[in-house]
């Protein structure tokens, strides 16, 4: 089967600054996209009480369909936002409980999109994803950082992200 990408956007508004950018790379990719926002996914519990909620049904649903997942993310005081650390502290469910999803995730690919108020991102930003990619046996494509000036994305940050897209995303997907 040839299977696509997906963008995880993990914004706490749905239309908001990274909804943008993902729509720029979903219309560069033709990638599917996900909107944490809309989903049920309480934090991480150690008795697993929350096992009924969102999560593991959307993690079936991106493990048996798709090979890249790329994490869509606005910057919240210098770290990635709440709604996706959340979704990153329940992949612990995926190596507790639901090992079958644990073990499709090796050999898939990750990659990261920011999106700040400023042109520069911390250092540091970067690590969780990149360290979370390694401990988990995924691929990591990279990443970029995007700010938004009066809402629009600028034409210098469009041909920087059309960089990244063909560099980075398209040179595994002939098909896009
Ligand atoms: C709670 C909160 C914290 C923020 N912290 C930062 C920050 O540390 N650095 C930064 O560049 N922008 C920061 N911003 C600005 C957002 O990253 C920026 O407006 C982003 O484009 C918002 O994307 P969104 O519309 O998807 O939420 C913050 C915004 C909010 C609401």
Not at 18 to 47: A, P, R
Not at 76 to 96: H, P, Q, V
Request: contains cysteine.
């Amino acid at each position: 089967m040839n299977k696509k990408g997906i963008i995880i956007q993990g914004s706490s508004r749905s239309k908001g600054n990274t909804n943008k950018i993902v729509t720029f790379i979903q219309e560069k990719t033709g990638f599917d996209s996900i909107d944490l926002k809309s989903k049920n996914i309480s934090g991480f519990d150690y008795d697993f009480k929350n096992h009924g909620d969102d999560f593991i049904p959307l993690m079936k649903e991106i493990v048996d369909n798709y090979d890249t997942i790329i994490f869509a993310t606005p910057v919240y005081w210098y770290a990635m936002s709440g709604i996706l650390k959340n979704f990153f502290d329940r992949i612990t469910d995926c190596l507790r409980i639901e090992k079958e999803i644990g073990r499709k995730l090796k050999g898939k690919t990750m990659g990261m999109v920011s999106c700040g108020s400023d042109s520069e991102l911390k250092k540091g930003f970067e690590m969780p994803f990149i360290e979370t990619a390694n401990y988990l046996g995924m691929h990591y494509l990279g990443s970029i950082h995007t700010w938004m000036e009066n809402e629009i994305i600028s034409e210098s940050l469009k041909k920087e992200l059309n960089i990244f897209i063909e560099k980075n995303i398209k040179t595994r997907y002939n098909e896009v």
